[in-house]
Nanobody
Framework: QVQLKESGGGLVQAGGSLRLSCAAS????????MGWFRQAPGKEREFVAA????????NYADSVKGRFTISRDNAKNTVYLQMNSLKPEDTGVYYC?????????????????WGQGTQVTVSS
């Protein structure tokens, strides 16, 4: 069992930056792929980024490529999402997710554990 807790959300102006953190508890975190998803009001939850355990390969949604960076610190059981050049359309609740299969997929259904989410609001 893995428990996930996001932090770092808040209100920021367009063009600004935020860094989200996701702290994991439970065993074998370091062998899981980790992902970030977001959900805007009235919209489906969508993929943002993922990072695998094996090789640390990353995967990004086209809408955030070049602006967001996902990373992980296995010693701290934490995954990060550095968000730069934020836009109003990045507003939403950001969720951290864990995949024991280490696929690092963009599909929500492949993730086994989810956090409660943290709100990110980007003002224009």
């Amino acid at each position: 069992q893995v428990q996930l807790k996001e932090s770092g959300g808040g209100l920021v102006q367009a063009g600004g930056s935020l860094r989200l953190s996701c702290a994991a508890s439970g065993r074998t975190f370091s062998t899981y792929a980790m992902g970030w998803f977001r959900q805007a009001p009235g919209k489906e939850r969508e993929f943002v980024a993922a990072i695998r355990w094996r090789g640390g390969s990353t995967n990004y949604a086209d809408s955030v490529k070049g602006r967001f960076t996902i990373s992980r610190d296995n010693a701290k059981n934490t995954v990060y999402l550095q968000m730069n050049s934020l836009k109003p359309e990045d507003t939403g609740v950001y969720y951290c997710a864990a995949d024991w299969k280490d696929w690092g997929s963009s599909s929500r259904s492949t993730y086994d554990y989810w956090g409660q989410g943290t709100q990110v609001t980007v003002s224009s």
